[in-house]
């Protein structure tokens, strides 16, 4: 009786997060963030009616068949009824992973918009930083041997390329709302992870690799961007933001921040 009202309470408790609106999901800021949150919310309410669906079952099968001093009768289950709840449910799993996986797919598996803004993203113990090409839309060459943290040049843009004198270099990820960007991801020592909770993306970034990562924000904010991959002592000081903003103020940034680019 004990574990019967434990289990009772978890269930209500279960139940009582499920439906108060404050313990959820932070904000979805782009369309395929709201799209996962349907699906996850389309496949909570499948799996959970089926959950309750079953569970009265049960409650009904122990009430109807209590001991009553009636003789015991004996049943050796129907292999028919197995294959079919079996199957049924099998169906219901692939169809619910089917629908998910085309929303994962058009996110990494697609190709970005070829309007989409750019940005180079290189991360590092403990750091993360961002790299806009210049107004000739092109990124210059890198050279590992120039790496400059301190100098403000953590990319190791190469000084004899003049297509990178006007790159520009920032800790924080700022993108105008609406349009689509394109990240290139890239690790300068170990796997970390860029992870960003409002747009329900989550990536590796792997060492030797340029990982392309695209979305289109859709919502102006400022929303954290820290490492979820444990990357060594420091790990938990790994963090940065980005900044969606009005596409008028983001113009207007990064015109005055390319102004500002000293070359490295
Ligand atoms: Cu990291």
Known sequence: MAIAILIAALAG???ALFFQPRWWFPDAISAHAKDYDAQLL???????????????????????YRDRGQAPSVNCGSTKLEL???SVTAMVFLALAFAGQGIWAGVHLKNSDPSALRVEV?????????????????????DIRQIDDAGGNPFGIDSKDPKGDDDLTA????????????????????????????????QDVVPGMTIPLHFTADKPGAYEVPCSELCGLGHHQMRSALVVMAPDAFEDWLLEARQKVVLP
Do not use: C
């Open 13 to 15: 408790a279960t139940l």
């Open 122 to 142: 290189m991360a590092k113990q403990f750091a993360w930083s961002y790299r806009y090409s210049g107004a000739d839309g092109a990124f210059g060459r890198v």
């Open 171 to 202: 800790p924080i990820l700022r993108v105008p709302a609406g349009r689509p960007v394109e990240l290139l991801l890239k690790s300068r020592d170990v796997i970390h992870n860029f992870f960003v909770r409002e747009l329900r993306l989550k």
């Open 84 to 86: 079919l709840w079996t």
């Open 42 to 64: 389309f496949t909570l309410w499948v799996v959970g009616s089926i959950f309750v669906l079953a569970q009265g079952l049960l409650v009904w099968v122990i009430f109807r």
